[in-house]
């Protein structure tokens, strides 16, 4: 087996030996039982009214059959299950159109949508989508199909099942007419919470929209009308494309930042694009750093530690935190996006200590998890990883953006410090904030 | 056309990729399911609830794309040797899903390569992830049997009842509230010695003493392929049923005594084909309850085995329905059916439904409401007057 220069085995190391953007060397893989994080069902069912149905091996469907009953989601959930016959007489696109076909057919009315995903078992026959999909539309004209994917084999190859599930929320959608005045936030699992983004945005005679804000099909369809098409984070990169391409949205990616330098850019960049005037943020950047300061005098010297599940941006909190004088031990990540690079770098040279975790290696399976009980962690799985009841309960950015991402996570830590969580109660709940899954 | 595959609400069983990693859970092995992602998440999120508090050796591959285009089983086996030098399981078994079915992975010559790499007995499961666990952990726990079980010398030992092996104790059937525990005292109370439990309550090393039985009881279907091995090298015959009730249960030490005395396999506990009372669930055990309750309440109680069944259980009359469309019929005269909650909006309006949580179906969700049967059969009753 060829290993790739500069990967590490699976232990711990320090950023000044650690190599970019994947520390560790890949192989076997641990899954904590931290649950957090939103799967393709729970984004799926953003989608308003748009019922879900999965054609996949029964071992595949288990996860996201209980995942929807979980949420309390089972009447908008439904699944084929694609058999060894299926394989050997390779019927895969009958299987889909009939049994598709056979479950509208036994619902109490037919959706507006239908999310339609097929499997690594589907790709690897070469199954004629295109086929199955027009078929579905001359049966069914009332109802809007489109494809989704759990095909977890094409992770590492193209676009991942978590980009294209984001992508594909937004394929329901018909070209409409622009309001100018409308910025549509793209791709993230949250709302995106009332802060200074929502506030440039309003006081400058902006609408702000997005899918969560969408409780019936009808406004789902009207968020076409936006002229732009705001990412924050990565995965939705292809989202805001598609929206490029095919509705013609101005697509800006404005990468989830805590620096404050970096939030001001994203925000010159955004004020040039809708063609308003950059505020003066001083105010701003000054309540971030009383935030901090705050944060610090409260949780002094207790030892911080970070996943990459909470933020997208797990170094860039790093340094920040690190710039306030807070002591942080320990990252736990496998890889970092592209977006860390300028992080990691400074990181190497500001804090070459700082320990680099995996989570996915199967050492992590034994490695013991009994730290220092006062550790305050920043994610799920660091929380489990250090058995601390003292932790930030966010996954996946949750809804913040600018400053306010920044005074919010001083605040946020402040109260893990303060108060102590059912860890185990907390992390096991699946797609944590999907709505009914609390 | 008629599609048998769908389901418009219910759930879906607990797969066979995971019924390997849970029949071998607490065996000191390591168990790598051969996958891309999300077996692992699905296993220990829904069907493995001793995965928060034991440490038990479960992982992934993380096969992508390319390796299984190339067909690269060289990584698989590079990676798994590497984790089994560090991490010294007692042995390792490697269990299949989708792709690997489809690319046609040996999974036997792979076991066999790791073993003559690392000297740990390895095993290879063809599991395909579109079965049920009952097949997966049948055939795990049949491995074991197969590979482990010797005779050992037992002189000087002395035997406080006939000796037993309980088979097909999985938390999947029987989740972790204690239904191991009470199964062995209930046979202990009535002249039984139970020797190990296949494979909750029990070490490796005291299933590889199985041998000694002197009959063994198969309390669920995962337990059915350890049985037939253990029949077939040491001619331990084999009862089939769950002890619940305590009629049927006394029907069951009937024969679990007869066959010890005269080596015959038995197969009992089919309810009566027309009942009106239809209990859903695992063969062997749906089986086990219809019979208990047809005994203890006299009104006919019939069994839909709704995972893998055995043939021997098929032939005795135990119907196997896994679809929707293939359940329909047989609930549609039902006047009560007994079953798992998630099954609840495919019961006909007009039956009574009474709820009997099954982690190999809705996993981890009502949990806190499985009855223990062994213990609590007369409690459950009482509960749903049954």
Known sequence: MIRKLGEKEGKPLP????????????????????????????????????????????????????TAAEMGASERFSTVAVRENNVLDGDLENLLVEGVTDILEKLPSLPPAVLVYTSCVHHFMGTDLTLAYGELGRRFPSVRF??????????????????????????????????????????????????????????????????????????????????????????????????AEKHGMKHLHLPFSFDADEIEAQYEKLCAALGIPVPDWSQNRAECEAAMREAKRVIGDVPVVIDYTAFSRPLSLARLLLKHGFRVKRIYADSFTGEEKEDFEALKHEAPQLMIWPTVHPSMRVMPRDGDPRTLAV?????????????????????????????????????????EKDTRGLIGIKGWGCGLCQ | MSVKQTARIISTYAGDTSGVASALFELGGMT?????????????????????????????????????????????????????????????????????????????AVARQIEDR?????????????????????????????????????????????????????????????????????????????????AMGSSLDELKKSASAAVNLVVSGAGMGAAKVLKERFGTPYVVGTPVGDRYAEELFSLLRKSADDGECRVIGIGESDARRVVIGEGVTACSLARAL??????????????????????????????????????????????????????????????LPHEGFSGRMFRRDIPDLIRDFNKFRKEFDL
């Open chain 1, 15 to 66: 950023i000044s030996e650690a190599s970019f953007p994947a520390p560790f060397d890949a192989g076997l893989e641990y899954a904590a039982p931290a649950r957090g994080t939103w799967n393709i069902a729970h984004t799926g069912m953003l989608v308003p009214e748009a019922h879900e149905i999965f054609v996949c091996a029964q071992g595949c469907l288990r996860g996201v059959v209980l």
């Open chain 1, 146 to 243: 489109t494809d989704c994917y759990m095909n977890p084999i094409m992770r590492k190859s193209g676009l991942t099942p978590d980009q294209l599930m984001r992508r594909q929320l937004y394929s329901l959608l018909d070209p409409k007419e622009h309001d100018p005045k409308t910025v549509l936030s793209v791709g993230g699992d949250f709302a995106v919470e009332e802060g200074d983004f929502t506030a440039l945005l309003r006081e400058n005679g902006f609408r702000h929209s997005e899918i969560q804000q969408a409780k019936t099909f009808s406004e789902y369809l009207e968020l076409a009308r936006a002229a732009f098409a705001l990412t924050t984070q990565p995965a939705a990169i292809p989202a805001g494309k598609m929206l």
């Open chain 1, 379 to 419: 994610g799920q799985k660091a929380a489990y990883f250090t058995s601390s009841p003292h932790f930030v309960n966010v996954v996946e950015n949750g809804g913040l953006w600018g400053f306010d991402a920044v005074i919010r996570t001083a605040e946020l830590m402040t109260e893990a410090f303060l108060e």
């Open chain 2, 32 to 108: 790598v399911m051969h996958d891309a992602s999300g077996c692992n998440s699905t296993y220990n999120t829904h069907d493995e609830p001793r995965w928060y508090d034991h440490d038990s050796l479960v992982f992934i591959s993380a096969l992508t794309e390319v390796e299984a285009m190339l067909g690269d089983d060289e990584k698989l086996i590079g990676d798994v040797v590497k984790a089994a030098r560090e991490l010294k399981p007692a042995f390792v078994a490697i269990a299949g899903t989708p792709i690997p079915m489809m690319t046609g992975v040996d999974f036997a």
């Open chain 2, 118 to 198: 690392t000297g740990i007995p390895s095993f290879g499961f063809d599991t395909n992830g579109m079965r049920s666990y009952v097949w997966g952990a049948s055939a795990a726990l049949a491995a074991v049997a197969e590979r482990f079980v010797t005779v050992q010398d037992n002189q000087g030992t002395v035997q406080k009842g006939i000796p037993v092996n309980l088979l097909g104790l999985t938390p999947l059937d029987f989740s972790v509230l204690g239904a191991d525990a009470a199964m062995k005292d209930l046979l202990e109370a009535n002249g039984f010695s139970v020797l190990s439990r296949w």
């Open chain 2, 294 to 355: 047809t005994l203890e309440s006299g009104v006919p109680t019939r069994a839909v085995s709704a995972t893998d069944t055995d043939p021997l259980l098929t032939a005795s009359g135990c119907p196997m329905a896994v679809d929707e469309d293939d359940l329909a019929p047989l609930l549609k005269n039902a006047e009560t059916v007994i079953a798992d909650p998630l099954y609840r909006p495919i019961v006909p309006k007009t039956a009574r439904f009474v709820p």
